[in-house]
């Protein structure tokens, strides 16, 4: 039997999957950009794709549905933003804490509910920013150790 928090994760991944996939598509037929942001709207297209897929099988039950969504949880954990390398991921839904990291580090809090997000670039803020999704870490371990 599925634990009612199993359909909640099942419902956000297929949510912010078939979201996420239908803006990434929107940006590789939109066609404005070139290079390295053609790449990364591809790699959104498989990100995406590879979660709605883990959503769906999650939802059906399927054992590899869990098995994907523990990777899926796993990829929207960490956050990271530097002056040279920056990764996010949310499908469906965040819960981030973060830290800046300046001359006094900052701690920071912000969520969102149906959303979706997908940043990867070889560049990012003048500040750097480290943090984790907290609802993606608690997925997780649900997902992992809720068996």
């Keep these: 039997m599925h634990s009612f928090f199993t359909r909640v994760i099942a419902v956000f991944e297929i949510a912010g999957g078939l979201f996420g996939l239908v803006h990434q598509f929107d940006r590789l037929l939109a066609g404005h950009f070139s290079g390295i942001d053609a790449i990364v709207a591809v790699l959104g297209v498989l990100v995406f794709g590879f979660i709605l897929v883990a959503g769906i099988l999650l939802a059906s039950n399927d054992g590899r549905g869990t098995s994907m969504s523990i990777w899926a949880q796993f990829l929207q954990a960490p956050l990271i933003a530097t002056p040279v390398f920056s990764y996010a991921l949310s499908s469906g839904a965040f819960a981030n804490l973060s830290l800046t990291l300046q001359r006094s580090p900052?701690?920071?809090?912000?969520?969102?509910?149906?959303?979706?997000?997908?940043?990867?670039?070889?560049?990012?803020?003048?500040?750097?920013h480290l943090g984790i999704n907290l609802l993606a870490l608690v997925s997780w371990l649900v997902l992992r150790f809720g068996r």
């Design 106 to 128: 900052r701690l920071g809090f912000d969520w969102a509910i149906a959303e979706h997000g997908w940043l990867l670039a070889i560049a990012g803020p003048s500040s750097a």
